[in-house]
């Protein structure tokens, strides 16, 4: 069993144990993911099944779109609503939300969570905060592409974002709140598209024990990357270098239409295998 698997991941459930639960039930020790998803948080999570985990560094998704829940009055130490309280304000009203919304567009550079995955002299954020470690965390940069208010009831603000990897929507629900002039944390988050890769297509994890789900091939889930075609693949086969001046990386196909590599630039006029998928 070879392909791309679109899971919706349910809450209270890591990616990996998503990750252990689809071995299980395809009976493959071969399944990975590309991108993880916080335990609380629902949505995409795109799982490379048998020859396809080759796939995998490829459809870790530059872009993701999230619909996120803000809760206004409280922060708390994990930035979402598995932590401790820390801070309280009385809700007295908020205005000009999308306003403030907007001012988060574009290139910035975000501090993430301590109760995060983010590794620092090969320890985890999270480590560090649960042995009450001090440790210097850098910002790093992200970028917001779309952000759109959905909706604003009381002290919940729903909102959908476009962002760059590794863009953390728990601390970007956390300097929202701080604009808005209120601590607050993220209550709820959906992760509804992961490049190419939408929640309309996902399989919850009953649909795909009951064997109601499709595997997508690696054409299908290269369908929107730049194609390179050859006229003999036993080039790519042996791994031998293409004669051309794309400065980029491109999926390698076949005069049939397969899926056969990912090749990319060496900077001397050809281009070099950089995974083979056949």
């Known amino acids: 069993m070879n392909g791309i698997l679109l899971v919706n991941k349910?809450?209270?459930?890591?990616s990996h144990d998503v990750v252990n639960k689809v071995r299980k039930i395809l009976h493959t020790k071969k399944v990975g993911h590309c991108g993880t998803l916080d335990p609380d948080a629902t949505g995409v999570l795109v799982l490379c099944i048998g020859k396809a985990t080759k796939a995998l560094q490829?459809?870790?998704?530059?872009?993701?779109?999230?619909?996120?829940?803000?809760?206004?009055?409280?922060?708390?130490?994990?930035?979402?609503?598995?932590?401790?309280?820390?801070?309280?304000?009385?809700?007295?009203?908020?205005?000009?939300?999308?306003?403030?919304?907007?001012?988060?567009l574009g290139q910035q550079q975000q501090m993430p969570p301590i109760y995060s995955a983010i590794k620092v002299n090969g320890k985890k954020l999270y480590e560090y905060a649960r042995q009450n470690e001090d440790v210097d965390i850098q910002p790093r940069n992200i970028e917001i592409k779309k952000i759109e208010l959905l909706?604003?009831?009381?002290?919940?603000?729903?909102?959908?974002?476009?962002?760059?990897k590794g863009t953390y929507i728990r601390s970007l629900c956390v300097d929202i709140a701080k604009k808005l002039g209120y601590p607050g944390h993220m209550s709820h988050l959906i992760r509804s598209q992961s490049g190419y890769?939408?929640?309309?297509?996902?399989?919850?994890?009953?649909?795909?024990?009951?064997g109601h789900f499709h595997l997508l091939t690696l054409e299908e889930a290269f369908a929107h990357f730049e194609h390179y075609m050859?006229?003999?693949e036993n080039i790519v086969i042996h791994g031998k270098?293409?004669?051309?001046?794309?400065?980029?990386?491109?999926?390698?196909?076949?005069?049939?239409?397969?899926?056969?590599?990912v090749y990319g630039p060496n900077g001397q006029g050809?281009?070099?295998?950089?995974?083979g998928l056949f």
């Open 10 to 14: 349910p809450s209270k459930m890591t």
């Open 58 to 104: 490829f459809l870790m998704s530059e872009e993701k779109e999230y619909i996120a829940t803000l809760s206004l009055g409280q922060s708390t130490d994990t930035f979402d609503a598995s932590g401790c309280i820390i801070e309280e304000k009385e809700f007295q009203g908020v205005s000009h939300v999308d306003e403030i919304l907007q001012t988060f």
């Open 151 to 164: 909706s604003q009831k009381d002290n919940l603000i729903q909102f959908k974002v476009l962002c760059s």
């Open 197 to 210: 890769f939408y929640l309309d297509d996902c399989y919850s994890l009953e649909d795909i024990e009951n």
């Open 230 to 232: 050859v006229d003999d």
């Open 241 to 261: 270098l293409i004669k051309s001046d794309i400065d980029h990386q491109v999926v390698i196909m076949s005069k049939e239409g397969k899926v056969l590599a």
């Open 270 to 275: 050809y281009l070099k295998s950089i995974r």
